[in-house]
């Protein structure tokens, strides 16, 4: 039925012989109207059943009281939907294990890329993914740290072993370890494991569920079996090893009423809220050595992985394609990313997805502005500004209060001093622990927002339709450093954080002002060239010290980027691809005590009291 298509899909595919699961497509319907599943072979023969049949060839159907699917399976695979946004899938197969998460329906908490036997990718890259809502402090320390344990509770679930599991133990390796008590990984986990996501949690459980879970001394698993739960036996923090493919990597043990294992993962948090399933013998090495050549995520040769779908018009992987793209079909930037993402689902869904993501900037950039709280939580007393100075600038004109498109609001005060709100405002609530959008990562959360605001608020003719054209533009740069660098803090440093966002932001305000394909390509590579370098040295190891000021400054340099490309002609001599490499070389160079675990920098120059 396509008109209930649009409420969700989840796409899969893997490499391998004849007859192995070469893709799967879930329409997620009320069972009532049936669910239809395509399974395509590598031969190309086409099997589909309809949601109302138990059993149709290798098709298996399991419905709850809900009215809503719950597992599929399909060969060596099994899709559990355990949220009305999330579907988890994970099986084996002859060839290699894998796991995978999709989110749709405008809530996008996180997303998993789990390489396959080949060490690539099988996930479907949508660039809206870069933006998910979530919650904070930290994308890498608590988003993606939730979406790991919900996904490990689930597969419980979806294994039946539930009700065999007595206790859970959760293990944290490398920068979670040193920081993961200023970041909320413990209770990102221990909510992760009760069934929660990022995108819907209860804030306020979420910071409190330590002292919840410790009035019983028990946790509910999957939101289905209260099991005894001691903290400080249950939340391990090991920091003297790491995992050697990820400084943040996870274990999640569960047992039963005899001490016998009943199941482990190992997950990674890989930066922007994306996470990576890994397996329970991946090696260690100590908390300060390189890991072995190969070992590492960043060594995988994923160049010939492809991240788009088949679907996908206008496949790039590198800017320099996205550009040639562009100037060959006359598209724009955001043009040619509309048609790939409604190549796979509806151009009605996609726009939603995109109204979420803004509505949840706007509502956190004025939540940061008018919250009542003085300080900032975590023990340094940080104390929150942007209220007191959106009193002070409004004072003069209220720019968040009246029409937003009045010609003279540029000379009303300084769009600067506003740029610098909007950006304390997102990353205020981001460190209190509130909903915020990821963009791409929690710690460079307010940057985006904050040159996004600037333009609704203080360029002519600003319009809803330039929202879309920024957040496709700003996306499709946002891939690209994901894909061929990093956005982890932890793997390259805060240019992987704050240096991405900056660029981002810088390349949606180009478009949006009637930049060029090769406009907007130089105010991306503005953006992230003059963040080169930087480092993630969070004063006790929280999202605060300095992290919400350097936000601001980074707001503001993508908007001088933006001008000194619009007063050009595109043309440049260092290209965003080149700049992306020398980030990436960059943070492999870079001493792990300034790679986010609070053992270098600022972090020990600035005395807690």
């Given at each position: 039925?396509?008109?209930?298509e649009?409420?969700?899909?989840?796409?899969?595919?893997?490499?391998?012989?004849?007859?192995?699961?070469?893709?799967?497509?879930?329409?997620?319907?009320?069972?009532?109207?049936?669910?239809?599943?395509?399974?395509r072979?590598?031969?190309?023969?086409?099997h589909?059943?309809?949601?109302g049949?138990?059993?149709?060839?290798?098709?298996?159907?399991?419905?709850?009281g809900h009215?809503?699917?719950?597992t599929?399976?399909?060969?060596?695979?099994?899709?559990?939907?355990?949220?009305?946004?999330?579907i988890?899938?994970?099986?084996?197969?002859?060839?290699?294990?894998?796991?995978?998460?999709?989110?749709?329906?405008?809530?996008?908490?996180?997303?998993?890329?789990?390489?396959?036997?080949?060490?690539?990718?099988?996930?479907?890259?949508s660039?809206?993914d870069?933006?998910?809502?979530?919650?904070?402090?930290?994308?890498?320390?608590?988003?993606?740290?939730?979406?790991?344990?919900?996904?490990?509770?689930?597969?419980?679930?979806?294994?039946?072993?539930?009700?065999?599991?007595?206790r859970?133990?959760?293990?944290?390796?490398?920068?979670?370890?040193?920081?993961g008590?200023?970041?909320?990984?413990?209770?990102a986990?221990?909510?992760?494991?009760?069934?929660?996501?990022?995108?819907?949690?209860d804030?306020?459980?979420?910071?409190h569920?330590?002292?919840?879970?410790?009035?019983?001394?028990?946790?509910?698993?999957?939101?289905?079996?209260?099991?005894?739960?001691d903290?400080?036996?249950?939340?391990?923090?090991?920091?003297?090893?790491?995992?050697?493919?990820?400084?943040?990597?996870?274990?999640?043990?569960?047992?039963?009423?005899a001490?016998?294992?009943?199941?482990?993962q190992?997950?990674?948090?890989?930066?922007?809220?994306?996470?990576?399933?890994?397996?329970?013998?991946?090696?260690?090495?100590?908390?300060?050595?390189?890991?072995?050549?190969?070992?590492?995520?960043?060594?995988?040769?994923?160049?010939?992985?492809?991240?788009?779908?088949?679907?996908?018009?206008?496949?790039?992987?590198?800017?320099?394609?996205?550009?040639?793209?562009?100037?060959?079909?006359?598209?724009?930037?955001?043009?040619?990313?509309?048609?790939?993402?409604?190549?796979s689902?509806?151009?009605?869904?996609?726009?939603?997805?995109?109204d979420?993501?803004?509505?949840?900037?706007?509502?956190?950039?004025?939540?940061?502005?008018?919250?009542?709280?003085?300080?900032?939580?975590?023990?340094?007393?940080v104390?929150?500004?942007?209220?007191?100075?959106?009193r002070r600038?409004?004072?003069?004109s209220d720019?968040?209060?009246?029409?937003?498109?009045?010609?003279?609001?540029?000379?009303?005060?300084?769009?600067?001093?506003?740029?610098?709100?909007?950006?304390?405002?997102?990353?205020?609530?981001?460190?209190?622990?509130g909903?915020?959008?990821?963009?791409?990562?929690?710690?460079?959360?307010?940057?985006?927002?904050?040159?996004?605001?600037?333009y609704?608020?203080?360029?002519?003719?600003?319009n809803?339709?330039?929202v879309?054209?920024?957040?496709?533009?700003?996306?499709?740069i946002?891939?690209?450093?994901?894909?061929?660098?990093?956005?982890?803090?932890?793997?390259?440093?805060?240019?992987?954080e704050?240096?991405?966002?900056?660029?981002?932001?810088?390349?949606?305000?180009?478009?949006v002002?009637?930049?060029?394909?090769?406009?907007?390509?130089?105010?991306?590579?503005?953006g992230?060239?003059?963040?080169?370098?930087?480092?993630?040295?969070?004063?006790?190891?929280?999202?605060?010290?300095p992290?919400?000021?350097?936000?601001?400054?980074?707001?503001?340099?993508?908007?001088?980027?933006?001008?000194?490309?619009?007063?050009g002609?595109?043309?440049?001599?260092?290209?965003?691809?080149?700049?992306?490499?020398?980030?990436k070389?960059?943070?492999?160079?870079?001493?792990?005590?300034?790679?986010?675990?609070?053992?270098?920098g600022?972090?020990?120059?600035?005395?807690?009291?």
């Amino acid at each position: 039925e396509p008109a209930a298509e649009r409420r969700g899909v989840v796409e899969r595919r893997c490499d391998g012989p004849d007859r192995q699961l070469r893709g799967v497509r879930l329409h997620r319907l009320p069972v009532g109207t049936g669910v239809r599943a395509q399974n395509r072979h590598q031969e190309g023969t086409d099997h589909r059943a309809d949601g109302g049949a138990d059993r149709i060839g290798h098709h298996r159907y399991h419905r709850t009281g809900h009215d809503v699917l719950r597992t599929v399976s399909l060969t060596d695979l099994s899709l559990a939907g355990t949220t009305r946004a999330a579907i988890i899938a994970q099986g084996e197969s002859d060839s290699g294990r894998w796991a995978g998460i999709r989110y749709r329906d405008g809530m996008t908490p996180g997303n998993t890329g789990m390489p396959n036997q080949q060490g690539r990718r099988s996930q479907m890259f949508s660039v809206l993914d870069m933006f998910t809502i979530g919650v904070g402090p930290s994308s890498s320390h608590t988003v993606g740290p939730m979406v790991a344990a919900h996904a490990f509770a689930s597969s419980l679930q979806a294994d039946h072993l539930v009700d065999r599991t007595a206790r859970v133990k959760i293990t944290l390796y490398g920068s979670l370890a040193l920081t993961g008590l200023g970041h909320g990984t413990d209770r990102a986990t221990m909510a992760g494991l009760e069934g929660n996501l990022p995108a819907t949690v209860d804030t306020d459980h979420m910071m409190h569920i330590r002292e919840i879970c410790a009035l019983d001394d028990t946790l509910n698993l999957a939101g289905l079996k209260r099991i005894h739960f001691d903290y400080d036996r249950d939340v391990v923090f090991e920091q003297w090893k790491r995992m050697a493919a990820h400084p943040n990597g996870m274990r999640f043990q569960a047992f039963d009423a005899a001490a016998s294992l009943v199941d482990e993962q190992v997950w990674y948090s890989i930066g922007g809220g994306f996470v990576r399933k890994g397996a329970p013998e991946d090696p260690m090495i100590g908390i300060h050595e390189r890991p072995p050549e190969g070992a590492s995520f960043a060594d995988a040769d994923e160049s010939s992985s492809t991240d788009f779908g088949v679907e996908a018009p206008y496949p790039f992987s590198s800017c320099t394609e996205l550009v040639s793209l562009c100037r060959e079909h006359h598209l724009s930037i955001a043009e040619l990313v509309w048609a790939n993402e409604t190549a796979s689902r509806s151009g009605i869904q996609v726009r939603s997805d995109i109204d979420a993501i803004w509505r949840v900037m706007r509502a956190c950039v004025d939540h940061g502005c008018t919250s009542a709280e003085p300080t900032l939580p975590g023990g340094l007393d940080v104390p929150r500004r942007a209220p007191k100075m959106y009193r002070r600038l409004a004072s003069n004109s209220d720019v968040l209060r009246r029409d937003s498109r009045r010609k003279d609001a540029v000379l009303e005060s300084s769009d600067a001093a506003w740029v610098d709100l909007f950006a304390l405002a997102v990353s205020e609530e981001n460190a209190g622990g509130g909903r915020i959008v990821t963009a791409p990562t929690n710690g460079s959360a307010g940057i985006i927002p904050a040159v996004l605001h600037y333009y609704w608020h203080f360029v002519d003719n600003a319009n809803e339709q330039g929202v879309v054209t920024f957040l496709l533009t700003a996306g499709a740069i946002g891939y690209l450093f994901k894909r061929n660098a990093s956005i982890s803090g932890a793997e390259v440093g805060c240019q992987g954080e704050v240096g991405s966002a900056c660029s981002m932001a810088a390349a949606g305000l180009a478009a949006v002002v009637g930049g060029t394909p090769e406009q907007v390509e130089n105010a991306a590579e503005i953006g992230i060239e003059h963040n080169l370098g930087l480092t993630c040295d969070p004063v006790g190891g929280l999202v605060q010290i300095p992290c919400i000021e350097r936000n601001a400054m980074a707001a503001n340099t993508a908007i001088n980027a933006v001008r000194m490309a619009m007063l050009g002609d595109g043309s440049h001599i260092v290209t965003l691809d080149q700049a992306i490499e020398t980030m990436k070389q960059t943070g492999e160079d870079m001493m792990a005590k300034y790679k986010e675990t609070s053992k270098g920098g600022l972090a020990v120059n600035v005395v807690e009291c």
